[in-house]
DNA sequence: GGAAACTACTTGCCTGTAGCAAGCATGTGT
DNA sequence: ACACATGCTTGCTACAGGCAAGTAGTTTCC
């Protein structure tokens, strides 16, 4: 699936898949005495405290005219009431009678019961991953793209494993470091698990909506020497501003526990982390030429006086 | 999202959601100069190469006499040809002319568009999760619940950041085990990364559909001793055998590589994994009460003479 | 072999859905 | 005060699509 007909022709195959099945299950409307808009209006007045013909219309994009035919049936059997707006004299607001939402709780229940008897073709697990999917669906088709929640914390179980991976896959593709470099990162890990030490040293991972992102780590190296290492921002989720306020907390922190200077170790080469060095007060002190992970590098330090 | 009603709703939502989103794509049939059941026969007979009217109808569930006229509406227009079937007088065979034909890519055409524009509110990477998503939920939904297929291959850049990472996560969250536990997997995984010689070492990632669901890995101890290690099945790939298949996939090749005796060392209070080594023969040879990460044990050690 | 039952399709009839446009009442801007 | 916009209603209309009766073939069963 990696061209865009690919993806449009998967799409199109669900549509079907889900409308059918979907179809199926809203036939159910005709067992009952209401026609699905007829449903749907009633939905609708239930979902929304007081509502105008005008609001459903454009509501369940439906014509005017037959939104208040609709409104006088209900009416006649009611289900709705009608008063003018006290503001509006052209304005009248619809609320549903009690009777009104008898007809929608048993809308509802019906309807529930029908999705209850989709889902049951899978099992709870199943379900659950069911309504996740549906959920990245919705998410990433609703149109307003949402701005992104971005939150930072400290490292969980699972989350240096994670670091790990994520360095060893990406650097990997991007330039070809072989897995000796996933070998250093977990030996990184180890270390700082294994000796973490909360009075001087912290982590932090970025989440976005929820999502690993991004992460960095602020090591002891001695009394007065704080690390910056691991840092690291997922492409996905570049643009935020992650980066920068990484090192920030990082360099932040380790102000606030007192170390007198910082390092960093790096290769050239990695552009954008460059620059946030930079940008943060960060300066070159030495480049010595090697060879590691299966390519020539470069290593870089650089150094921050607090 | 635990008990079953706020599932319900949840899929409620979404149906909600997304007819609403292709409602208003599939209005853009009305675009075209078909209705919406209009096209659905024009795509059924694009789709199979000869259909019969009744066909139609139980597929697309019509009435037969509704399809009766839209066909011969189709028939005056040229779209469809119609000739009696060979073997029984009663039936039709309808096949779309090649006009119809250009029909159906028009109306492809303009629904593939449609999709793509829906598309567009994400980008590549959101598209490829949205299909995923998609796929998921059909495969969950579609009622066959589809065998899931489970591949087995070695590790590739990333795979043992994965694998420290649902150690530390899993064994946390189950026996409440720190972060030390998580640092040693590190651990192994670095050394094992570094030191990784092919003509005696081997590691297995299991995947099912595509998703990590597990891992083991043979290390060399010595010329005549292998070591298993890092034996993990997720809990949703349990009861498709996966521990049992790279159990003994990793027995099998340390016999062929020549090894004479294999070892791996656990805790006890694994009892899953505990019959799994049993099955494929490794004997308890040593216990040792002790304490790591966090919580008292029983070390063990097993061992199989190959 | 032939009546009875069944299947495939057609056609006439009818209802419900829903859009369009004209009309009326109330509001708003100049 | 006038024009114009907004909210709602109503008459007209078209179309979708179900139901049932009818025709012509096919199968079944005696």
Redesign the pocket.
């Known amino acids: 699936m990696n061209d865009i007909e690919t993806r449009v022709d998967a799409v199109r195959r669900f549509s079907r898949f889900y409308t059918k099945r979907i179809g199926l299950l809203s036939d159910g409307f005709l067992g009952s005495e209401y026609?699905?808009?007829?449903a749907r209006v009633i939905y609708e007045l239930a979902q929304s405290e007081a509502q105008?013909?005008?609001?459903l219309?454009s509501e369940l994009?439906?014509?005017?005219?037959?939104?208040?035919?609709v409104?006088?049936r209900f009416e006649r059997r009611g289900l709705v009431a009608?008063e003018p707006?006290p503001d509006?004299?052209?304005?009248?607001v619809l609320r549903l009678t009690a009777l009104g939402r008898t007809a929608f709780d048993e809308l509802a229940t019906g309807s529930r019961a029908q999705i209850q008897q989709l889902l049951s073709s899978t099992d709870e697990e199943g379900q659950r991953r069911v309504i996740d999917a549906m959920q990245t669906v919705e998410g990433q088709l609703s149109g307003e793209p949402r701005r992104p929640i971005v939150t930072y914390r400290a490292h969980r179980p699972g989350d240096f494993g994670w670091i790990v991976e994520r360095h060893g896959a990406i650097y990997h593709e991007s330039h070809g470091w072989d897995a000796t470099f996933e070998a250093m990162v977990a030996g990184i890990a180890k270390e700082f698990l294994e000796r973490f030490d909360p009075a001087w040293e912290r982590s932090w991972i970025a989440e976005v909506d929820g999502r690993r992102a991004g992460n960095i780590a602020l090591v002891r190296r001695s009394k007065t020497v704080g690390q910056l290492r691991l840092l690291f921002v997922e492409s996905w989720a570049r643009g935020l501003g992650i980066g920068t306020r990484l090192v920030s907390e990082c360099v932040g922190q380790a102000r606030h526990v007192g170390y007198r200077k910082m390092v960093l170790f790096t290769v050239a080469g990695l552009d954008p982390a460059r620059r946030l060095y930079e940008a943060e007060g960060f300066r070159l002190t030495e480049e010595t030429p090697g060879h590691s992970w299966g390519k020539d590098h470069i290593a870089q330090t650089w150094e921050l006086k607090l």
């Not at 105008?52 to 609001?55: E, I, K, M, N």
């Not at 509006?88 to 009248?92: I, L, N, P, Q």
């Open positions: 026609s699905l808009t007829e105008s013909p005008t609001g219309a994009e439906l014509d005017p005219g037959y939104v208040s035919r409104v006088k009608r707006s509006d004299g052209r304005k009248v």
